[in-house]
């Protein structure tokens, strides 16, 4: 007798609003700006391996990547980002 192939169950893919609570649970860092590229590496660095570890859909890191940003970066974000009517650099 032939076996039949294990059945592949649909999982669903989780809402924006699953990922963002699953992305606050382990404290992300945040991202201040400034001038030390250093500064900005680790911190990229910090939220590529916790999109790695969460395997978040690219459609939903933006959001709450930029959630992270504090002074200099919070003010590009408030003010250079709106003025360029262009998508968002991240």
Known sequence: MR????????IPKPTA?????QF????????????DPMAYKEWFR?????????????RFKVHPT?????????????TVKPRASEPALI
Request: proline share 12%; net charge negative; glycine share 4%.
């Open 46 to 58: 910090r939220m590529k391996n916790l999109f790695e570890i969460m395997e978040c859909p690219e």
């Open 24 to 35: 606050n649970k382990p404290k992300p860092p945040k991202f201040e700006g400034g001038t």
């Open 3 to 10: 076996q039949m192939p294990p059945r592949c169950e649909l």
């Open 17 to 21: 609003m699953e990922t963002i609570c």
């Open 66 to 78: 930029t959630y992270q940003f504090e002074k200099e970066a919070e003010f590009w974000k408030a």
